[in-house]
């Protein structure tokens, strides 16, 4: 009986003492959590995921669309292209614009051609000849009336003939001097001008050209094909709609009492909860305007409070995150000091 006794005691003891051990491993682990919970910030908020409206700047008629809804694209890739006959027919009119303009800029820097001023030289000869002539025979009539032997009238008429052939000269000589001048410096300024307007007419019949061919601005996934090909599209009709695989934003929410335990470039790891794999980001923006935490925020003691819009980029995102996607922002605060307390 003794023994029993002695035997159930002990086993009372034993049970106290794990007991008591229990709760020490229990009470130890709380506090190490409390403590690693004071050491870590949990902010929360949402994947943002930038998407992009493609469109063609031209309208015309669609010819292909080479990627449809999932598709994986790189920046640079052609996505889609418009019927390019029509611009093509610009082009080529713009660049025959351009070589007449051009033409006729080149001729008024050469002036006029030696063989126009050997005319205009012979036509000076000729004219000088004449009055040469004219002044002669005008002398003579002169001489005659003197002796009786012609009339006045006579006198008259190589006078007129003798001035109408000074006359004659003096315009054939101007005539010379502007075909050796060339072209007035105006005229010159005016066929540059024209020049010019016809190489922005090329270059923009170029351009015309080329934005026929609809062309990815980063790499992205497609999200939606909008239109196919045989479509009449306008411009800025959107015909792709885009999610961009980098960068990758979340966007999360601080209240006013842990402003101070973070600031831009500080580390952060992000984590979702569809998956343990822990996301490297870092906060790029911290909101100067406060605002009443979004309903999409499933925090319920910072439902009610005012709070500031952080945008944290996440280096090293894959596919697994997704527009909208709920995660959980975590905040090393080991041996970082708030700002009140710097």
């Known amino acids: 009986m003794n023994t029993q006794q002695s035997g159930g005691k002990k086993g009372r003891i034993l049970l106290v003492l ?13 506090v ?19 998407e992009v409206e493609l469109a063609f700047r031209q309208p015309g008629r669609l010819t292909e669309m080479l990627f449809d809804e999932g598709d994986q694209v790189n920046a640079g890739e052609i996505m889609a292209q418009l019927d390019g006959g029509p611009y093509r027919d610009k082009l080529a009119a713009a660049k025959a614009e351009l070589q007449a303009a051009q033409a006729e800029l080149d001729k008024l820097h050469s002036g ?29 009539q002169s001489a005659l009336l003197e002796s009786g032997a012609t009339s006045q009238r006579a006198v008259d008429a190589a006078l007129a003939m003798r001035n109408q052939s000074a006359a004659n ?31 922005a007419a090329v270059a923009q019949a170029e351009r015309a050209l080329a934005d026929t061919d609809l062309v ?27 999610s961009l695989r980098d960068p990758v934003y979340v966007r999360a929410y601080v209240s006013e009492p842990n402003l101070g335990h973070i600031a831009p470039g500080t580390q952060v790891r992000v984590f979702t909860d569809s998956s343990d794999q822990a996301y490297q980001g870092q ?3 911290i909101s100067p305007r406060a605002e009443f935490t979004p309903k999409s925020v499933e925090t319920t003691d910072l439902r009610t409070d005012l709070v500031y819009r952080l945008r944290i980029t996440v280096t090293d995102a894959n596919q697994d995150l997704r527009q909208g996607m709920p995660v959980t922002v975590e905040v090393d605060q080991s041996g970082h000091k708030s700002v009140s307390g710097q």
């Open 18 to 30: 794990i007991i008591i051990a229990v709760t020490a491993v229990s009470v130890w682990w709380f």
């Open 32 to 50: 190490l959590r409390e403590q690693n919970d004071d050491s870590t910030l949990r902010l929360y908020g949402n994947v943002d995921i930038r």
């Open 112 to 140: 006029n051609r030696p063989q126009e001023v050997l005319q205009a030289e012979a036509t000076v000869a000729q004219t000088q000849a004449n009055y040469h002539e004219a002044e002669r025979n005008y002398q003579r």
């Open 169 to 199: 000269l003096a315009s054939a000589k101007a005539a010379l001097s502007l075909v050796e001048a060339g072209f007035r410096d105006e005229d010159i300024a005016a066929g540059e001008a024209r020049v010019a307007v016809a190489q």
């Open 216 to 242: 990815a601005p980063s790499d992205a996934t497609v999200l939606a094909r909008v239109r196919e090909p045989g479509s009449m599209v306008a411009s800025n009709s959107t015909v792709y709609s885009l």
């Open 283 to 285: 906060i790029g923006f």
